[in-house]
């Protein structure tokens, strides 16, 4: 893995990501505000671009690696790592936003699945599903918990509603670096792999298929569709693990109040 080695954070450099991570809250609402029947990716993309900039921090994803924008846009039957383009998003469609960004050096990575319009009940309830293992994932993230306990979360309620998690692709810790140790898996044993203590800062992001958990690559070398062409969703948070317990670093002013009331901190 890329990046520094794995070190814990200090409380005020977790100050400071969460000044990174309530800009991207706020830059990811703005532009969820925008997906509308008609609007193209690339829209989407300089909505991301301009926000970040105008808020003093630096657009993480472009140049990434060589990713041409600023905001991952991946629809329907698309994973992850959607490249923005013309292409106009469309009513009944479902859009995943993936984005991030570094303020004084302090990366933070977060990202929702928004409907577009009126989409069908199946699709709001893979959106609904998806965003939950994320909260519930959350909630177990505390210093004594494993990293393993966070992806059996995610697993053993994403597959309760028949749906599958993609393996392939895994959450992971981020500082200095967007992608730092340890790997966040969506699946997992409880009781295995890292234990985590106050200072670890973690990017958590269930993957979700409606239907089996394969993925490919398409041939521009970076969107991720489903094998069977099922539809996927995402969620992702940066969360710090402190003493008091997970705290959300990337909550958007519009979910605040309904993560408050659950076991984490937000802000
Ligand atoms: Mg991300
Ligand atoms: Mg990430």
Redesign the pocket.
Known sequence: MRGESFRLKKPDEIAKMSHSGEILGACLEHVANHVAPGVTLNALDREADTFIRDHGCIPGFIGYDGFPKSICISVNNEVVHGIPSERAVQEGDIVSL?C?LILDGWWA?SGLTVPCGTVAQEMQDLITVTQEALYRAIEVARPGAHIGDIGHTVQTYVESHGYSVVKHYV??G?GRD??EPPQVPNYGKPGTGNELKPGYVI?I?PMVNMGRDGVRTLDDNWTVVTQDGSWSAYA?HTVAITEDGPHVLTVRPAERSLLASRKCAVG
């Open positions: 993936d991030g990575d959450g992971h981020i967007m992608h990017a992001e992702e």
